[in-house]
């Protein structure tokens, strides 16, 4: 049998990471050689636009992203639409509601340790995330692992499909090149709450934090990373297929890393952050306590109100 006819096989007794092996190719080749998912015309337009109005309003939600959209194109749109798109690009608004998350029923939840957390130094905290990536004629993710002292982009990886499987790989590549962290953070997305994915962190000792529901916040310099990846990369760049993504995206975090000045770091660049251990941190302020703090006293006043009239 041909090297490219087994990896090309889809047999579900034999997992991806076995046939890679007696393959002799990694799972990062076999990923850049799948064919991207393709969508019909329409929703290819409608996801390019949600792409883009997501990157730049990330707390808009499916109603108003309709609204949005229903004004940029010549047809009808409705929210179910949207809301199956962006459940296939892996979009969810920024702001708390129910059923936002896309986390497995049966996995578990870790809670979020970053908040009010001051980070002093590289390998604190790491977190990841997977994006959405449109191509010409279809599309794909991306997900990656950052250093949040220094913003360092450790490893990262592109897939056809949201499967845990690319996401672990990711996660093996930085542990292998740079150590570990204290911390890892995470949405809570089935492909983070997997055992596969927390047994490795589990057996490097390391704390899992998760995300709360819906606040991608908790998890904002990832976010803002992939703001920039778009609008100084694939935006600009119109990637046509795999392949070509993947060179692309190479030179860029090259790039991102080694060369771009990044405001937050005093204009220094990520790898002379992350290797002086100097110029970096974070402090995440808990917004959301406070917002239902006020909620909360908000609530004590209407109590007494009532409590007053019923005298």
């Known amino acids: 049998m041909m090297r490219q006819d087994w990896i090309d096989m889809k047999d579900d007794l034999v997992p991806t990471t076995r046939q890679c092996e007696l393959a002799g190719v990694s799972r990062a080749t076999m990923y850049s050689r799948q064919r991207p998912k393709v969508a019909d015309q329409d929703d290819q337009l409608l996801s390019r636009l949600i792409d883009e109005e997501y990157?730049?309003?990330?707390?808009?939600?499916?109603?108003?992203?309709?609204?949005?959209?229903?004004?940029?194109?010549?047809?009808?749109?409705?929210?179910?639409?949207?809301?199956?798109?962006?459940?296939?690009?892996?979009?969810?608004?920024?702001?708390?509601?129910?059923?936002?998350?896309?986390?497995?029923?049966?996995?578990?939840?870790?809670?979020?340790?970053?908040?009010?957390?001051?980070?002093?130094?590289?390998?604190?905290?790491?977190?990841t995330d997977i994006t959405y990536i449109r191509l010409a004629n279809g599309f794909v993710y991306l997900v990656a692992v950052m250093d949040w002292y220094s913003r360092k982009v450790l490893s990262w990886r592109i897939s056809n499909s949201m499967d845990a499987s690319f996401c672990l790989d990711c996660l093996e590549e930085a542990l292998r090149n740079y150590g570990k962290p204290d911390i890892f953070n995470s949405d809570q997305g089935a492909q983070f709450t997997s055992a596969d994915f927390t047994g490795v962190l589990q057996r490097e000792e390391i704390k899992i934090s998760m995300d709360g529901r819906g606040r991608a916040f908790d998890n904002i310099f990832v976010e803002r990373l992939w703001r920039n990846v778009k609008y100084e990369d694939i935006y600009l760049n119109g990637y046509a297929t795999m392949g070509e993504l993947v060179v692309g995206l190479g030179k860029y975090f090259v790039l991102y890393n080694t060369d771009r000045p990044h405001q937050s770091l005093d204009y220094k660049t990520p790898d002379s952050v992350y290797a002086t251990a100097s110029g970096g941190g974070a402090l995440i302020i808990d917004k959301f306590a406070e917002r239902e703090k006020t909620e909360d006293q908000k609530t004590e006043c209407m109590t007494a109100m009532v409590a007053q009239l019923d005298g």
Request: avoid cysteine; glycine fraction near 6%.
């Open 55 to 127: 990157t730049r309003h990330p707390f808009y939600g499916t109603r108003r992203m309709v609204v949005v959209i229903s004004k940029a194109v010549d047809f009808s749109v409705n929210r179910k639409r949207i809301q199956r798109l962006m459940r296939q690009m892996g979009l969810q608004g920024m702001a708390p509601g129910p059923n936002t998350s896309r986390a497995h029923p049966q996995h578990p939840i870790y809670p979020y340790l970053l908040r009010g957390l001051e980070i002093t130094r590289p390998n604190q905290v790491w977190s």
